[in-house]
């Protein structure tokens, strides 16, 4: 017996065979577009002096801690603490009974040196004392007015003036107390706008990009303009506990009303400036310390290279090495780039 085959089953094939042939046109590969768009900015070259930075507190160029140069009771302190003062204003006394005694002393002892000196002069020119009595007489009665003229002197110190026109800083002995020659009572500092001083430390490496005489700009958190100065004097030791070098910049006339001891802020620029690059600061990747990561467009390709960053000052990065003047560096978009990255320039 003949086999025979079912039309329906013809027509089965046929629509297998023309879905497959669909499926296999529908899977064929999509291209994509594996490039990154960034946007570029060329590399700026400049010549630029990183600032110093560094902070200290204002104070009086002439300031001093007055004393009386002898030992004894205090009698009286005539001012307090923020009492503003006139130069050569009394401003403190010793009780002046023991060297008044010396000074009463000192004035007999040389009586008697003048006495004995022209007793003995008038015995040698009688030829009764000998020449040596003589000058003997006459070296006592020297001493004894160098003498007088000491103890006059120290009876002079027994009072304390102000050096200055300024402002009593700090009262640091009251009237009873026996205080020893030499021991500060008063610490005076002078209000003059001329003698404004602030005093800062600096590290060894900042000390060293100095010379004296460069400007800075100085802040106060009490005032919000900004106030210049120049570097007046660099200290060629450095503190035995800090480690610091002691900095005093001079302040230009200020207008504004100053007192010691107000917290400030400077900026100091070198004299001496160094070739730098200027990019973008959100160019910058990977930043650690004085190092950092930038990508910079090389033809159609990302190229990420280290760079020493100098400084940063606003919205700038000032870079010392790593990139040259003119380099096309790429500022947005580098959030995804990696070393070699396909990208495409857009506006």
Not at 45 to 59: I, K, N
Not at 92 to 97: D, K, P, Y
Not at 247 to 260: F, H, N, Q, V
Not at 274 to 298: K, Q
Request: charged share 25%; hydrophobic share 40%.
């Amino acid at each position: 017996m003949k086999a025979t085959t079912h039309p329906i089953i013809y027509a089965y094939i046929l629509a297998a065979g023309l879905f497959a042939s669909a499926c296999k046109e529908e899977k064929k590969a999509e291209q994509t577009d594996d490039t990154i768009p960034v946007k570029i900015i060329s590399s700026a070259a400049l010549t630029q002096s990183q600032a110093v930075e560094t902070s200290g507190l204002l104070g009086s160029e002439n300031e001093a801690r007055l004393s009386f140069k002898t030992g004894g009771i205090i009698r009286d302190v005539l001012v307090k603490e923020g009492d503003q003062v006139r130069k050569g204003q009394l401003l403190a006394t010793l009780n002046t009974t023991e060297i008044g005694a010396q000074m009463a002393q000192a004035e007999e002892n040389f009586l008697k040196a003048q006495r004995d000196a022209r007793r003995v002069q008038n015995l040698y020119r009688d030829s009764v004392a000998t020449k040596e009595q003589l000058e003997n007489t006459q070296s006592a009665l020297v001493l004894a007015e160098k003498q007088l003229d000491i103890v006059k002197f120290n009876l002079s110190q027994s009072k304390i003036y102000s050096t200055a026109d300024g402002v009593v800083m700090q009262k640091l002995q009251n009237a009873g107390e026996q205080v020893q020659g030499g021991t500060p009572v008063l610490h005076i500092s002078s209000t003059s706008s001329a003698d404004w001083v602030v005093k800062c430390g600096l590290t060894d490496k900042d000390w060293a990009r100095l010379k004296g005489g460069e400007k800075a700009e100085i802040t106060f958190d009490a005032y919000p303009q900004t106030f210049t100065g120049s570097v007046k004097t660099l200290a060629q030791v450095s503190d035995p506990v800090s480690g610091l070098y002691q900095a005093e910049i001079r302040l230009d006339k200020p207008a504004a009303k100053l007192a010691s001891g107000l917290f400030a802020k400077a900026s100091i620029y070198p004299k001496q400036q160094t070739s730098m690059v200027s990019i973008p600061v959100d160019a910058l990747i990977e930043g650690e310390n004085d190092s950092a990561f930038v990508f910079v467009a090389d033809g159609n390709r990302a190229q990420k290279k280290r760079v020493k960053v100098a400084f940063l000052e606003g919205d700038k990065a000032f870079i010392l090495a790593g990139i040259d003047a003119g380099a096309r560096v790429i500022r947005e978009g580098s959030a995804y780039l990696a070393e070699g990255s396909a990208i495409k320039v857009v506006q």
